[in-house]
Structures are given as C-alpha cells and as structure tokens.
C-alpha cells in the first residue's frame, strides 16, 4: 500500500505565502523513482494540474500551470521522501484544495499518469 499526505494548508491572507508538504510511504516506494505532482480543485471545478518535478534519477525537471508559474516552486527533499509546494504572491483564486500526487513515470503532468493521491490540504486565501 502506497499512501502519500499532504499537509501545510490553511487560512492566508492575499499576498500571503504558504509552504505544503507532500510525505510519501508504503512498500518499495520512493518519490525517487517517481513523478511527483501538485493539483488543485475549487468548488465546482474540475482538478487541475499546478506543479510537477521529474524523479530525481532524470534530473530534477518542474513544470507549471501558467497561472502558478513564478509565484510557485515545487522542490523535493529525496532523503525525507518529501515534495514540496511553496506558493508565495497567493491570490484569492488560489483558493482551494490541493492535492499530491504520485506517478509511476519519471515525469506527469496528465492527471490520468498519476497513480497515487493524496486526501488533499484546504488552501484558503482572504482579500
């Protein structure tokens, strides 16, 4: 069983900054060898894809949504087993749940690739 959880969400204020975090475990697993990723999903809107970063062995390639792009840094602790989303500039259309996300690919960005999830971490941002 593969299990990935994510924490750090919570209440900011617009321009604010919030750092999640992504902690995965389970048998013979490592974010090493796997694509990991960052999607989001607001009320009455599908989930969409915000972040990723490739497996470590291929290189440490992020790709991004445009609207996250420069405001948002995904990163990976390879030691801990831990991604990481640092989301600074946050605007109230942030707001949302975020999920992690686990791909048995170097690197995803389709939501389909990705085989593992998270439950998600609330994100709200005041204006």
């Known amino acids: 069983q593969v299990h990935v959880v994510e924490s750090g969400g919570g209440l900011v204020q617009a321009g604010g900054s919030l750092r999640l975090s992504c902690a995965a475990s389970?048998?013979?697993?490592?974010?090493?060898?796997?694509?990991m990723g960052w999607f989001r999903q607001s009320p009455g809107k599908d989930r969409e894809f915000i972040a990723a970063?490739?497996?470590?062995?291929?290189?440490?390639?992020?790709y991004y949504e445009d609207s996250v792009r420069g405001r948002f840094t995904i990163s990976r602790d390879n030691a801990k087993n831990t991604v990481y989303l640092q989301m600074n500039s946050l605007k109230p259309e942030d707001t949302a749940v975020y999920y992690c996300?686990?791909?048995?690919?170097?690197?995803?960005?389709?939501?389909?690739?990705?085989?593992?999830w998270g439950q998600g971490t609330q994100v709200t941002v005041s204006s």
């Open positions: 996300a686990a791909a048995k690919k170097p690197i995803a960005t389709i939501r389909d690739d990705f085989e593992y």
């Open positions: 970063i490739s497996a470590s062995w291929s290189g440490t390639d992020t």
């Open positions: 389970g048998r013979v697993f490592s974010t090493n060898n796997m694509g």
